[in-house]
């Protein structure tokens, strides 16, 4: 799970297991697996990482 900012600056968690894509259009879009999408202020750099560290704890793997 990773935490997220929409664009009103209201802050969710996303599964992000369930990221299908991340696109920069100029918002950054991300699009679940059952085509739910979400506009977000984070770049499509920073969910990578998010997602990277998240999996790190996840897995223990330092």
Do not use: C, W
Not at 18 to 36: F, M, W
């Amino acid at each position: 799970m990773i935490v997220l900012h929409k664009l009103n600056g209201d802050e969710f968690v996303l599964n992000s297991n369930h990221i299908e894509t991340v696109e920069e259009r100029p918002d950054t879009v991300i699009t679940l697996s059952n085509e739910k999408k979400y506009l977000v202020t984070e770049s499509a750099q920073d969910i990578i990482e998010k997602v990277i560290e998240y999996k790190r704890k996840l897995y223990g793997a330092d």
